[in-house]
C-alpha cells in the first residue's frame, strides 16, 4: 500500500466547477499535512496547510480527518489557471520534514 | 530574495558517466533536502542534510548516489555511472529549522 495514495485523474472539468480531490494516508502518525501545486516541468509550491478544523483560502478549501486518515481539497469557481497537478504531502513526524508525496491528481479546467 | 538554487537546469549523461547537481539553498537556511522525481509519478524523498551532516538518507539508493552540504558552497548531490533509470527531475529543497521546505526548480537528468 502506498503511503499516500490520491486518484491520478485527469479531472477535466469547466470553468465554473466545483471539484473535490482526496487523498488518503497510511501512517496514522503523521503530524502535518499539506497540499502542493505542480506545473509542467516546474517545481512543487505550497498551496496550503490542512488543518483538522478545516481551512479555507478564497476558492480553496482543505479539510483533514484525522479518524479515515483523509484529506480532501475543494476548489470552487474553476478557473483556467487552476489546471495543474494537485499534490496530497505528509510530514510523517515533526523530526524533520522529509515530506512523503502522493502521486498527484491532474486537472484540467476547459472553457 | 533569491529563492533556492540549482543548476545545471537540464543535464545529459551518457550510461556509466557522472552526475553532479548543484543545490544552493535560500538565505539562511541550514536545512536541505533533495527528491527525485521519475517520469509520472510523485516526488520520492532522497536525503536530508544540515551544514556537513547527513541527517537522514533512508530514501537513497544504496550504490552509486551520495550528497553532501560543506560547510562553504551548495549542496552536492551525486551519482555515479548513471544508467537510464536514473532519468528523472531532480529537486533540491532548503528550510530554516522546522519550517516548511522551499523548492528549487528542479534538475532534469537525461541519461542516454
Known amino acids: 500500500r502506498k503511503e499516500v495514495e490520491q486518484d491520478p485523474g485527469p479531472f477535466n472539468v469547466p470553468e465554473g466547477a466545483t471539484v473535490a480531490f482526496n487523498c488518503t494516508y497510511s501512517n496514522s502518525a503523521s503530524q502535518s499535512f499539506f497540499w502542493y501545486r505542480q506545473d509542467c516541468r516546474k517545481e512543487p509550491k505550497l498551496l496550503m496547510s490542512?488543518?483538522?478544523s478545516g481551512n479555507e483560502d478564497g476558492r480553496f478549501t482543505a479539510q483533514l480527518n484525522r479518524a479515515s486518515q483523509y484529506i480532501s481539497l475543494l476548489i470552487r469557481d474553476s478557473k483556467l489557471s487552476d489546471s495543474a497537478t494537485y499534490l496530497c504531502?505528509?510530514?510523517?513526524?515533526?523530526?524533520?520534514?522529509?515530506?512523503?508525496f502522493g502521486g498527484g491528481t491532474r486537472l484540467m479546467v476547459k472553457p | 530574495n533569491a529563492g533556492v538554487m540549482q543548476n545545471p537546469r537540464h543535464l545529459v549523461r551518457r550510461r556509466g558517466q557522472e552526475a553532479r547537481l548543484r543545490c544552493s539553498p535560500m538565505k539562511g537556511h541550514s536545512h536541505v533536502y533533495w527528491y527525485r522525481q521519475l517520469p509520472e509519478e510523485g516526488l520520492k524523498f532522497m536525503v536530508y542534510?544540515?551544514?556537513?551532516?547527513?541527517?537522514?538518507e533512508s530514501g537513497m539508493p544504496k550504490e552509486r548516489f551520495s550528497a553532501e552540504f560543506p560547510k562553504e558552497g551548495p549542496s552536492i548531490l551525486r551519482i555515479q555511472q548513471v544508467v537510464r533509470g536514473d532519468s528523472a527531475a531532480y529537486f533540491c529543497a532548503s528550510s530554516r529549522n522546522r519550517a516548511i521546505p522551499s523548492f528549487g526548480p528542479g534538475t532534469r537528468l537525461t541519461v542516454l
Open positions: 490542512v488543518y483538522s
Open positions: 542534510l544540515q551544514k556537513e551532516n547527513i541527517i537522514d
Open positions: 504531502v505528509v510530514n510523517p513526524d515533526n523530526a524533520g520534514n522529509m515530506l512523503t
